[in-house]
């Protein structure tokens, strides 16, 4: 079964940074959209960042020049780089496939807060 593996988070002050990272198994990875999902306190889990196969990324509007996903498919993984933070993106973070959802893993919790 595929699992997703999510690690990295923590609490920060705004304008601080974060590297998120998500190992996901299965020998087919490569093939895959993938993406980092945000689900925040009394709200709906939604997409931040997605990346395809080759390579090409979409973003939220509200993390645009923020937020880079990138991938490296040799190891399964998939990242997630967060700049200049704000209080709004305090969330739990998860990462899946961007064209199918699997099953959730755990989320890795983002608290920026000064």
């Known amino acids: 079964q595929v699992q997703f593996v999510e690690s990295g988070g923590g609490l920060v002050q705004p304008g601080g940074s974060l590297r998120l990272s998500c190992a996901a198994s299965?020998?087919?990875?490569?093939?895959?959209?993938m993406a980092w999902y945000q689900q925040a306190p009394g709200k709906q889990r939604e997409l931040v960042a997605r990346?395809?196969?080759?390579?090409?990324?979409n973003y939220a509007d509200s993390v645009k020049g923020r937020f880079t996903i990138s991938r490296d498919n040799a190891k399964n993984m998939v990242y997630l780089q967060m700049n200049n933070l704000k209080p709004e993106d305090t969330a739990v973070y998860y990462c899946?496939?961007?064209?199918?959802?699997?099953?959730w893993g755990q989320g890795t919790q983002v608290t920026v807060s000064s």
């Open positions: 899946n496939r961007g064209d199918r959802i699997l099953s």
């Open positions: 299965g020998r087919i990875f490569s093939i895959y959209s």
């Open positions: 990346i395809t196969n080759g390579g090409s990324t």
